[in-house]
Structure formats: structure tokens, C-alpha cells
């Protein structure tokens, strides 16, 4: 869809594949972040904790209990808006 709009003529040629690059660029930016963020926060915890590895289990489960009751609802709510 982007080749096929009506760009102003400054956009056309090069600048118009570099403004599709950023626009990529920014947009697997928005997917990847957030997976980033949580190894991140996993690699700060381990900092934190130190030799507290049942504190991190805890945690780390606690986290992935979430994470599943989250996909469980929205796979749910995708079930009841198909029927």
C-alpha cells in the first residue's frame, strides 16, 4: 500500500524507500521492545537476587501464571466474538 498512494514528488525514488525503512524500522521497534523490556527486567532481577533462586522461581512463575491466564482470556474472548 505504500508504493501505491499518491506521494508528494519530493518522495519519490530513493527518499520514498528510506521513508519505508524508518517506517519498518520503527514498527518491528514497537514489536520488539516489549521483549527486550522483560529480558531486561529478568537480567536485573537475577542482579537483585543475587543466590536467591527460589525468589526468582517465584517470581518467574508468578510472571508466566499471568502471561497465560492473559492469552487464555483473550483466546476466550476471540472464541466468543466468532460464534
Known amino acids: 500500500w505504500v508504493f501505491a498512494r499518491?506521494?508528494?514528488?519530493?518522495l519519490y525514488g530513493p527518499q520514498l524507500s528510506a521513508l519505508c525503512g524508518i517506517l519498518s524500522l520503527s514498527a518491528w521497534t514497537i514489536v520488539?521492545?516489549?521483549v527486550l523490556v522483560l529480558?531486561?527486567?529478568?537480567?536485573?532481577l537475577v542482579a537483585i537476587l543475587d543466590r536467591h533462586v527460589i525468589g526468582l522461581a517465584v517470581i518467574?512463575?508468578?510472571t508466566s501464571l499471568l502471561l497465560s491466564l492473559y492469552a487464555i482470556m483473550l483466546w476466550w474472548r476471540t472464541q466468543w466474538q466468532s460464534s
Open 39 to 44: 529480558v531486561a527486567w529478568g537480567i536485573w
Open 6 to 10: 499518491k506521494w508528494p514528488e519530493v
Open 32 to 34: 520488539v521492545s516489549p
Open 60 to 62: 518467574m512463575a508468578g
